[in-house]
C-alpha cells in the first residue's frame, strides 16, 4: 500500500521525525522533597525522601510551555508517533510547506467540517465494533457490524465528495487518490448496499407493544408504515413525557438486559430469513477499514485541535499569520506574544505584543531590563512561534519571516538535582555540555537567566566561554541575563531591553526595545512599590506596623 501521513512527505522523514525524537535533551529528573513520619518504638522518626516529579517531556517542550497548549494535564495519550511528531523538526523546509498546506485547507469551511465529520463518525463506528465484540446476542453483533460497516462506508464516502472540489494541498490531493481507491476496490459497492439493505429491514421492523397488568403483548406489523416507531411506543406504554430523564433507551449497550433479550428473541423469531441473512453477513467479518484511514483518523486530530487554536486566538483579536522561511539569513518577526498570556487574557488589547528583527550578520540578541519587566515571556514567545511555525501553524504575528531552525533548545533555571548529588551550577554545565553534543547546526538557543546560582563575574566569564561554541554550530541564541556587561561585549548580538512606564518607574510595560543594555533591573522599583525598601521598613517597624 502507498504511504500516506498528513504529518511527513514520505517515509524517510518519518525516520528521521523518530530518531530526533529519541535524542532530545531531557532534564535529568525533577524532584521533590517529602518527609514522612513513622514510630520505632516510643521514638517518633522523620525521614527525607527525594522523589521525581518531573514530566517525560523534552526540555524545550517544558520550557516554552508547550505542553500547557499542546497536551492535557497527563501525557498518557502521547502515542510514539505523536511524540516523533511534537518532537522532532523538518530537515527540509518542503515538509513545513506541506503541512502549511493542510491547515489553509482547513481555514476552508467545508475541509474543516469534512474532517471533523470524518473523525466523528470513525469514533462512532469503532465503538460500534467494540460493542458487537461485547455482545453475547449474535443477532445484536451482527447489527453493529451492520452499523458499522455503512458508516465507514458514508463516512469515507463524503469525505471523497468534499476533497474533489475543496482541495489543493499535496496531503489532501493524496489522501483523495487513497479514497478512490478504497471506495471502487472490487465488491466493496455491492458489500456497502447489502450491508445498508440489510440495516433499513432491521430498522423498519414495527411492532406494537400492549401491557395488561402483568402482561405486555407485542404485535408485530407486516407495513411498517402503519404504526409510529418503537420508541414512541414505549412511550406511551409506559407514560414517558418527552425529554423525560427517565426514557428508556435500549440497544444503545453491549450487553442486553432481560426486557432487551425477550424482545430480541420475539424478532428473531418472527423474521428468521432476515436474521439468517444478518448473520451470514456478519460472518465474512470483512475489514471495514485500512491502515490509511486508520492513520488519517490519528493524525487528523492533531491538524482539528491546531486549527482550533488558531480560532481561539484569532476570536480574541490576534492577528494569524503563516510565516514565512528561508534557509539562512534573517529573522523578522512583528507582533508576537506568549501563546499561554493569549489564551488566558479576555481581548487581544490586554496583552503587549514585542517585535524581533536580527539582520543577516546578528547571531541573536541579549535582553536586559527591569525585574518582572517580561524578558522571559518574550523569549519564550519567540520559541513558541518558532516552534508553530515548524509545525506549519499560522502563529501570532502581522509578519513572520525565519530561517530553518534545525531544532530548538533550551537552558531555564532548574532546582538542584539531589537524585544525581550535584550542586546547581555543575548541572547547568551538565545540561549544557549535553545540548551542544546533541544539537545538529543552525539551531535556535533560548536561554534564560544562566548561571544564576554564580557571581555575576563567574556568569560573565562562563557565558563568554560558552556563546562562541554556540555559534560555531550557527546558532541563533536568545540569551535573557542580570549580567548586562555581556551584552556591550558581543558586538555580532544586539542588545533588547524591558522598559518601564517614564511616568511610574513602578509600571512595567512588558514592551522589549532595542537599547543599551540597562545596567539596573530595578528591583528597588518593586521594593517600593510594596513598601519594602530598607527605610519603609524601618519606618514601619517604628511605628509598631
Do not use: W
Not at 157 to 178: G, N, P, T
Not at 239 to 250: A, F, G, V
Not at 479 to 489: F, G, I, S
Request: net charge negative; charged share 25%; proline share 3%.
Amino acid at each position: 500500500m502507498a504511504y500516506f501521513s498528513l504529518f511527513y512527505e514520505n517515509q524517510e522523514q518519518e525516520y528521521s521525525a523518530k530518531k530526533q525524537s529519541e535524542d532530545q535533551v531531557y532534564y535529568r529528573a525533577k524532584q521533590k522533597l517529602e518527609k514522612r513520619t513513622y514510630f520505632i518504638g516510643a521514638r517518633m522518626v522523620v525521614s527525607e525522601e527525594v522523589s521525581e516529579t518531573g514530566r517525560n517531556l523534552p526540555c524545550f517542550f517544558q520550557d516554552l510551555n508547550l505542553d500547557t497548549v499542546f497536551l492535557p494535564e497527563n501525557d498518557e495519550f502521547l502515542t510514539e508517533e505523536l511524540k516523533n511528531y511534537y518532537f522532532s523538526f523538518p530537515e527540509k523546509l518542503s515538509e513545513i510547506t506541506y503541512r502549511q498546506d493542510i491547515y489553509k485547507d482547513l481555514d476552508n469551511p467545508l475541509v474543516l467540517q469534512g474532517l471533523a465529520a470524518f473523525r466523528n463518525d470513525f469514533t462512532e463506528a469503532e465503538r460500534l465494533l467494540e460493542y458487537r465484540h461485547k455482545s453475547d446476542s449474535p443477532l445484536q453483533q451482527s447489527k453493529y457490524y451492520l452499523d458499522a460497516a455503512v458508516l465507514h462506508y458514508q463516512s469515507a464516502s463524503r469525505l471523497y465528495d468534499i476533497l474533489k472540489e475543496q482541495v489543493k494541498s499535496q496531503a489532501f490531493l493524496s489522501l483523495f487518490s487513497h479514497l478512490t481507491d478504497f471506495l471502487h476496490r472490487d465488491g466493496y459497492s455491492d458489500f456497502y448496499n447489502r450491508a445498508n439493505r440489510l440495516k433499513e429491514q432491521l430498522e423498519n421492523i414495527r411492532f406494537t407493544l400492549t401491557m395488561a397488568g402483568n402482561t405486555v403483548k407485542v404485535y408485530f406489523h407486516e407495513n411498517a408504515g402503519v404504526t409510529d416507531d418503537f420508541g414512541r411506543n414505549l412511550e406511551k406504554v409506559f407514560r414517558i413525557k418527552e425529554h423525560s430523564r427517565n426514557s428508556i433507551r435500549l440497544f444503545n449497550q453491549p450487553g442486553l438486559n432481560p426486557f432487551e433479550s425477550k424482545l430480541l428473541s420475539l424478532v428473531e423469531k418472527e423474521y428468521p430469513k432476515l436474521r439468517r441473512e444478518c448473520l451470514e453477513f456478519a460472518s465474512s467479518d470483512r475489514p471495514l477499514t485500512n491502515d490509511i484511514l486508520q492513520r488519517l483518523y490519528k493524525e487528523s486530530e492533531v491538524y482539528l485541535s491546531g486549527h482550533t487554536l488558531a480560532a481561539k486566538l484569532r476570536e480574541k483579536g490576534f492577528l494569524m499569520t503563516y510565516p514565512e522561511f528561508k534557509e539562512m539569513g534573517s529573522l523578522h518577526l512583528e507582533g508576537i506574544c506568549d501563546i499561554g498570556l493569549a489564551l488566558t487574557t479576555g481581548k487581544r488589547k490586554d496583552v503587549a505584543v514585542n517585535d524581533l528583527f536580527l539582520e543577516d550578520g546578528n547571531r541573536g540578541a541579549f535582553i536586559t531590563g527591569v525585574n518582572q519587566g517580561g524578558k522571559t515571556t518574550y523569549a519564550r514567545s519567540v520559541g513558541q512561534t518558532a516552534y508553530l511555525a515548524m509545525l506549519g501553524m499560522p502563529v501570532i504575528a502581522t509578519r513572520a519571516l525565519l530561517p530553518h531552525f534545525n531544532g530548538i533548545h533550551t537552558h531555564f533555571t532548574v532546582e538542584e538535582n539531589h537524585l544525581v548529588n550535584n550542586g546547581k551550577l555543575q548541572e547547568e554545565l551538565h545540561h549544557l555540555k549535553e545540548i551542544l553534543e546533541k544539537a545538529p547546526s543552525n539551531c535556535l538557543y533560548v536561554l534564560n537567566e544562566m548561571f544564576s546560582s554564580t557571581t555575576a563575574a563567574d556568569a560573565f566569564d562562563l557565558t563568554n566561554l560558552l556563546l562562541p561554541k554556540i555559534f560555531a554550530k550557527a546558532g541563533t541564541v536568545l540569551c535573557v541575563t542580570h549580567v548586562p556587561e555581556l551584552a556591550k561585549l558581543q558586538a555580532d548580538m544586539i542588545s533588547l531591553i524591558a522598559t518601564a512606564s517614564e511616568e511610574d518607574g513602578y509600571q512595567r510595560t512588558y514592551r522589549i526595545r532595542p537599547g543599551e543594555a540597562a545596567l539596573s533591573a530595578r528591583a528597588i522599583d518593586i521594593a517600593l512599590k510594596y513598601c519594602l525598601s530598607g527605610p519603609q521598613i524601618k519606618e514601619r517597624i517604628a511605628n509598631g506596623d
